[in-house]
């Protein structure tokens, strides 16, 4: 199938460790925040959201943490998988929209055995 | 039930042809979405329909670009007098479409990969 991000940054995990996928927002208006999982010749998947009021939240295997002071946000993946590798992308949202999702580069994640 | 599904998969088209993307979203979900992803880079937004009504097309590239979603449910986006740098993969979301609010989560269709030759 077709490759998404030939030339993204790419992180490579071996099975078993821990991941942490990072991005800076742009919007300080920002007030949702998601990170998507895209395999090849797939759309986007939802991972994990976050609110503008929160600073952590966690889910099956993922944390999310977002720093509103530097406008960063970070995914972390317990026990990365082989089924794990796709590209990663965050998005975040404008207060009070609900539209135009805005996406971040994106991070190949590469689960080596 | 089922995803966003969109149709076709795949175009071909020739330099100057007009093209048209189908979507058709989950459900009952009231607000829809189009992206553009060109290869190597995050999805762009394009517009968005709540119901039949298009309340932003503010990232339609050019009026080459049009999006339509007459009954509230499927969507179209078509592009007339394609050219090389509309390739891309476009892609669908649908949302419950909760009114205002930002935390309304997007589900994404598998994308329809436009090759303009």
């Known amino acids: 199938g077709e490759s998404v991000g030939l030339h993204l940054p790419t992180l490579s995990v071996q099975e078993g460790d821990n991941s942490i996928i990072n991005c800076a927002y742009s919007?300080?208006?920002?007030?949702?925040f998601i990170w998507y999982k895209q395999e090849s010749g797939k759309g986007p998947q939802f991972i994990i959201d976050i609110r503008s009021n929160m600073d952590k939240r966690q889910g099956q295997r993922v944390t999310v943490l977002l720093n509103k002071t530097v406008k960063h946000l970070s995914l972390q993946i317990a026990a990365t998988q082989p089924g794990d590798s796709a590209v990663y992308f965050c998005a975040e949202n404008l207060t009070g929209t609900a539209s135009k999702l805005t996406f971040g580069t994106g991070t190949r994640l590469q689960v080596t055995l | 039930g089922a995803g966003v599904s969109q149709s076709p998969r795949y175009k071909v088209a020739k330099r100057g042809q007009d093209v048209a993307l189908r979507c058709d979203p989950i459900?009952?979900?009231?607000?829809l979405f189009w992206y553009q992803q060109a290869l190597g880079q995050g999805p762009e937004f394009l517009t968005y329909?709540?119901?039949?009504?298009?309340?932003?097309k503010s990232g339609l590239p050019s009026d080459r670009f049009f999006a339509e979603r007459p009954e509230g449910s499927v969507s179209t986006l078509k592009i007339q007098r394609t050219q090389q740098e509309d390739s891309a993969v476009y892609l669908c979301a649908s949302s419950l479409g909760l009114a205002g609010d930002s935390t309304d989560t997007q589900y994404f269709g598998p994308g329809t990969r436009l090759t303009v030759l």
């Open positions: 919007n300080s208006a920002s007030d949702y």
């Open positions: 459900s009952g979900h009231v607000s």
């Open positions: 329909f709540q119901n039949e009504a298009q309340l932003d």
